[in-house]
Nanobody, 121 residues
Framework: QVRLVESGGGLVQAGGSLRLSCTASGSIFSIEDMAWYRQTPGNQRELVARISSGGRTDYADSVKGRFTITRDSAEKTTWLQMTSLKPEDTAVYYC???????????????WGQGTQVTVSS
């Protein structure tokens, strides 16, 4: 019913920039929080950045000042602008959105398939 499609990952040199995007589709009535997580092999998924429907943002300490999360609720899209990238930012990045479907009464988390970001030193 809901599909989140991410794009924008790739290979970049340290100090470079990338912009990830994530667009939801389906029978969506409303979207609350949108967020980006990342995961490296053998580790748990960690929160990178989150933005509420009102525009309040939260960032992991490791990315503050370098990453910026934005959203367009009408387009059901969130972006993660990543600058001054470091090798330790290398991970699979996942988008998640908290969505209420038409006709439903409960909000649910939906996840994208992930996009690989690799930062070379």
């Amino acid at each position: 019913q809901v599909r989140l499609v991410e794009s924008g990952g790739g290979l970049v040199q340290a100090g470079g920039s990338l912009r990830l995007s994530c667009t939801a589709s389906g029978s969506i009535f409303s979207i609350e929080d949108m967020a980006w997580y990342r995961q490296t092999p053998g580790n748990q998924r960690e929160l990178v950045a989150r933005i509420s429907s009102g525009g309040r943002t939260d960032y992991a300490d490791s990315v503050k000042g370098r990453f910026t999360i934005t959203r367009d609720s009408a387009e059901k899209t969130t972006w993660l602008q990543m600058t001054s990238l470091k090798p330790e930012d290398t991970a699979v990045y996942y988008c998640t959105q908290v969505i209420l479907l038409w006709g439903d009464s409960a909000w649910n988390d939906y996840w994208g398939q992930g996009t690989q970001v690799t930062v070379s030193s």
